[in-house]
């Protein structure tokens, strides 16, 4: 007989059966469902529909429950359809007859909604700790090789050389924006919808407040409707969470080029890299590429629940139940990335020769030459002309912008329009400072401005990342 079965004279079809039940997949919410029932029937305990005993016998029928679930030791029922009949049931079993008093005031909608709130808060402090874990491992690997210097690019094209460690920090920067929209979303969720009934509120004068207080809610959902139908805070938590996948797939990207041997920046350890069952001189950054991959399905998982969500009048519809698969995939598959990507960070092998050559191709240090001649009184526009025919030049005999000799400066700037730069070019020191603005060095400490990659800015914000991260 099924718990619902009072009207129902026929039996179910296998197939709608199978169809239906979520018990599958939502014995994820048993210990959230087994709490949000001790604390229901403390509420129903206070407002004298259960006696001091029952309320003793059902919390420590749950309490056992909570151990059983712990160890391991239910066996789910697929006939009883989801995790909330299948823990009534097996309250029952232990302590009878008064079990059926358990779902006073209470519908499997507001319980379903209260459960996924708890189990999100729980899982949402996980992500929190595997977010730090990352930062963590980037800021680690910026203490350890910080000081490399790598070719900051634009367009996939060289563009001007930045240190490794500013580099590594751009990615604490949107870990941390990761980790603000996630307790953002955590606030928001953090509100109790038990006493919603099925839609129109309980039936009974049950002290919402008190039961949320004892569920550590900060409050209760204001409208019984809204309170069972709600799954904003599913739709904000996949968003955060495809997001954060988002910033870990692009770090993938580049740690793919990166061990790529023609580029060389870095090496991935053995511990985090994988072969080929045919190419024996296989090294694969298979983890990076899997969370690049695995991004998509998280992102599908987020337009998936705004798909289910768009249609749906009020109140409860049974939709929703199919908001539990994408939510939970969406979050181990943000955790397991999370920490493998801490894992190969914090192992990755820096090649700092081949990060510094490949830094200075391109003319990466053409700004910071036209820069100094800014300094000196020129135009930018002037000053962009005079470096671009330098670039040209330089790039024709085979020199770096560091290896022009003083009557080629000379020259350039004595070509310009501009009569600042034409006065120039008889100064004697104009050459060896623009040669020192062409280096690595000069050009990144001349980008000397708060959340530059000037050295003595990033050490700042190095310096600032350990202190908060405690490391
Ligand atoms: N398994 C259901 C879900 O996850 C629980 C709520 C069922 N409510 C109902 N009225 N059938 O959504």
Known sequence: MKMWGGRFQGSSDERMAEFTRSIDFDVELALDDIAGSIAHVHGLGRAGLLGPADVETLVRGLEDLRDDVEGGRIVWDPALEDVHMNLEAALGARVGAVAGRLHTGRSRNDQVATDVRLWLRRTLDRLDAAAVEMERALVGLAVRDGDAILPGMTHIQPAQPVLFAHHLLAYVEMLERDRGRMADCRRRANVSPLGSGALAGAGYPLDREATAAELGFAGVTANSLDGVSDRDFAVEALSAFSLCMVHLSRLAEEITWWSNPRIGFVR?????????????????????????????????????????????????????????????????????SLLVMSGMIATLTVNREAMRSAAGDGFTTATSVADALVRRGLPFRAAHHIVGALVAEAERTGRGLDALDDATIAAALGASEDAAAVALAGDGGIAAEMRAAAGLEGAMAGCDVVGGTAPRRVAAALAAARERLGI
């Open 268 to 336: 991935a350890s053995d511990a985090f890299s994988t072969g080929s069952s045919m190419m024996p001189n296989k090294k694969n950054p298979d983890p990076a590429e899997l969370v690049r991959g695995k991004t998509a399905r998280v992102i599908g998982e987020l337009t998936g629940l705004l798909t289910l969500l768009k249609g749906l009048p009020l109140a409860y519809q049974k939709d929703m139940q199919d908001d539990k698969p994408p939510l939970f995939d969406a979050a181990a598959t943000l955790e397991a």
